[in-house]
């Protein structure tokens, strides 16, 4: 989809498409921009990490040694999380520091109520997970079940044996 996303700029001839994708996303200041003759694209380390995470790092898995290790695995699916982060991002911070009025364009910055938004969806997550943890069981029934007889008071190996 990436790769489609830079193809389309290119065959589609339409000056506004190229615009967006080489100045505004991925023209960095060692291959494209050089190549294209424009300047860096403000945002483009933005741009290339979301490449970098999301396009690269799953590529380990073709190793078998990277898909049989559950760290591994770990620690690529942060990169992927990580990556898609990016990738909301680019697709929201690149359209908004430029539009069609070159007086207007500025680098991006947060104003008090998209920091706000930021911080609250950590809360509205934390509250909605610890009223999970209230009103619904954490442990799994299928762990519960295996030391339930054990449990029973009635049990020859259960209850409450009265010594310590």
Known sequence: AYGMEFFIAWYSGNPYERFVFINNRAADPFILGPLFGVKPAPYWWAYWSMISCNVISPQLFWSKWCRTKIWFVFIVSIFVNI??????????????????????????????????????????????????????????????????????????????????
């Open 83 to 164: 990556g898609m982060w990016f990738e909301r991002f680019v697709i929201i911070v690149t359209s908004l520091h430029r539009d069609y009025l070159s007086s207007s364009w500025a680098y991006f910055s947060p104003t008090w109520v998209d920091i706000w938004t930021f911080v609250g969806s950590f809360g509205l997550f934390m509250t909605l997970f610890l009223l999970f943890m209230r009103f619904l069981p954490v442990i799994a029934i299928s762990e519960v079940k295996g030391v339930t007889p054990q449990a029973d008071p009635h049990h020859p190996l259960g209850g409450a044996t009265g010594h310590h």
